[in-house]
């Protein structure tokens, strides 16, 4: 399965900035999504990265607050914008791998970050 | 819109005891059923992918079931061990079309095995 790798693993932000998450794939994949895990909570998907086109995002999610980039088929950023307290969380990039029909969800280690 | 549902919420065990953990869904449309362990502060580690077409599936001391119809999934831990301690997640994945390979994750039911 496909290796990810993400950065900063975590960080601590002030109200009111923007940070952007990297997130690097050891194999070319179409599909890259972005999840959210608040504290004590489970998964949800942000958005869908495409390369070549933009982002899909879910029902709550803008891409205003959340702008993704996409440059190529290994690559993708995902930034969280004017920072609050509540957009403490983990944030996890995954791809699909595995081979045609597999469709097995990899996951990076994920992004804790947390907002003063 | 898919809901998932894991049960129990926690679970707290001796060593050497076999376990089953709970997910149901309520969209059968499903193309096929992942489970996932989460330690503490981590990412997700993939555990078991189940296709819809499947009735079961088994690696090492887990085996998953899936009844698509009723929309529930099954994961047994044979012989627990503390090892095992972690956040167990079941994750639907929507079949076709522009959902493919999104997930719906489960609250998650958190394991904890004493020695």
């Known amino acids: 399965s496909a290796v990810i790798s993400q950065k900063p693993s975590r960080d601590i932000c002030q109200r009111g900035t923007s940070l952007t998450i990297q997130c690097q794939v050891d194999?070319?994949?179409?599909?890259m999504f972005w999840y959210r895990q608040q504290p004590g909570q489970s998964l949800t998907l942000i958005a869908t990265?495409?390369?070549?086109?933009?982002?899909?995002?879910e029902s709550g999610f803008v891409i205003d607050k959340f702008p993704i980039s996409r440059p190529n088929l290994t690559f993708s950023t995902l930034t969280v914008s004017n920072m609050s307290p509540e957009d403490s969380s983990i944030y996890l990039c995954?791809?699909?791998?595995?081979?045609?029909?597999?469709?097995?969800?990899?996951f990076g280690a994920g992004s804790r970050l947390t907002v003063l | 819109k898919q809901e998932v549902t894991q049960i129990p919420a926690a679970l707290s065990v001796p060593e050497g005891e076999n376990l089953v953990l709970n997910c149901s869904f309520t969209?059968?449309?499903?193309?096929?059923l992942q489970w996932f362990r989460q330690d503490p502060g981590k990412g997700l580690t993939s555990l078991l992918l189940?296709?819809?077409?499947?009735r079961e599936q088994t690696s090492g001391r887990l085996n998953a079931s899936l009844d698509k119809s009723s929309g529930r999934s099954t994961l047994y831990i044979a012989a627990s061990q503390p090892g095992d301690s972690a956040t167990y997640l079941c994750?639907?994945?929507?079949?076709?079309?522009?959902?493919?390979?999104?997930?719906?994750f489960g609250q998650g039911t958190i394991l904890t095995v004493h020695p």
């Open positions: 995954s791809v699909r791998s595995g081979g045609a029909g597999a469709n097995v969800l990899t």
């Open positions: 194999s070319q994949v179409t599909m």
């Open positions: 990265a495409n390369q070549g086109s933009e982002a899909t995002y």
């Open positions: 969209d059968s449309a499903i193309y096929n």
């Open positions: 189940i296709q819809s077409s499947q």
């Open positions: 994750a639907p994945v929507r079949a076709g079309g522009t959902s493919y390979g999104k997930l719906t």
